[in-house]
């Protein structure tokens, strides 16, 4: 029932929202609005829907830490630092200042590695996600992929942290972060791991994302990768030749404009059969190749 201290309807609150997020450039603006609304209430979007559609109310407190959170949304700090969490894939992940926040699109590069990982023949599978930042990749492999045995490697500070805490909630006795730099990264599993993913930094230096949530708030060093974005990936596919067994797969992340040259770089280091696979908008995502 509508609290008896109501300020406002749930319906009305998020029309001034949704029109408020819209002014400020946020594209959809009403699925923020349910989302930062749902944050409050402790209730999932469809549950703010319903009581939208019942004539819930907002007591004066909830209706106030809404309209703060509309109003940081609104300068265009990203929803998931608002809430402190990211979906994907079936995870929910706790991200935030320092760590790059796992997008949509990087879920059809973890199914390629999942589907990688699921296929090879040894009874506990080994894999390895370099850069693993939030933890997204490596979560994903673990979890659904249980009889794997993943590793990840990160060396930022900020995204370890987060890292941390989502390996704690998600990870089981099958998966393990790792404090390391990508380049040096486990030695001790060279030439048995059947899986190397990344999702590494691709942003040519000079190309300057476009939407504030990406150039003011996820961290440089998870989206620049030098004059042509491709720095990182020359030393991810070196390290991953180091860690393959062979007819072990690499799977990268990258723009949609670099699947020819990270194909040249693939197959100049010794990679075969490389190839470059669409996401779900049909835009070139991520790269695989197999280690001869």
Do not use: C
């Not at 993943?150 to 942290?161: G, I, K, L, R, T």
């Amino acid at each position: 029932m509508p609290s008896s201290d109501a300020s406002a309807p749930v319906s009305e609150a998020l029309r001034h929202a949704s029109s408020r997020l819209e002014r400020a450039g946020v594209i959809d603006a009403i699925v923020d609005a349910e989302l930062l609304l749902g944050h409050v209430l402790a209730l999932s979007r469809g549950g703010v829907q319903a009581a939208a559609f019942r004539g819930d109310g907002l007591t004066s407190a909830q209706a106030d830490d809404f309209a703060d959170l509309v109003e940081r949304r609104a300068t265009r700090v990203p929803l998931q630092h608002l809430t402190g969490v990211a979906p994907f894939r079936s995870l929910e992940l706790s991200v935030g200042p320092g760590v790059f926040v796992p997008r949509p699109e990087t879920e059809i590069v973890a199914q390629l590695a999942i589907d990688a990982l699921r296929a090879a023949a040894a009874p506990e599978p080994i894999a390895v996600d370099l850069g693993t930042g939030s933890g997204a990749l490596a979560l994903a492999m673990a979890t659904e992929v249980p009889h794997a045995r993943v590793h990840a490697a990160e060396n930022s500070v900020d995204a370890f942290v987060w890292a941390k805490e989502n390996f704690a909630r998600w990870g089981g006795d099958n998966a393990r972060v790792a404090f390391i730099d990508l380049a040096d990264a486990f030695h001790e599993l060279d030439g048995t791991v059947s899986v190397v993913a990344s999702n590494p930094p691709y942003v040519p230096d000079d190309a300057i994302p476009r939407d504030p949530e990406v150039r003011h708030h996820d961290p440089a060093a998870a989206l620049y990768g030098g004059p042509d974005g491709l720095d990182v990936i020359r030393v991810i596919s070196r390290v991953g030749l180091r860690l393959a067994h062979p007819g072990g797969t690499i799977v990268l992340e990258h723009g949609e404009w670099q699947g020819e040259a990270i194909r040249a770089v693939l197959e100049d280091d010794g990679w075969r059969a490389a190839a470059t696979h669409p996401d779900l908008t049909m835009r070139d995502r991520a790269t695989t190749a197999v280690r001869p």
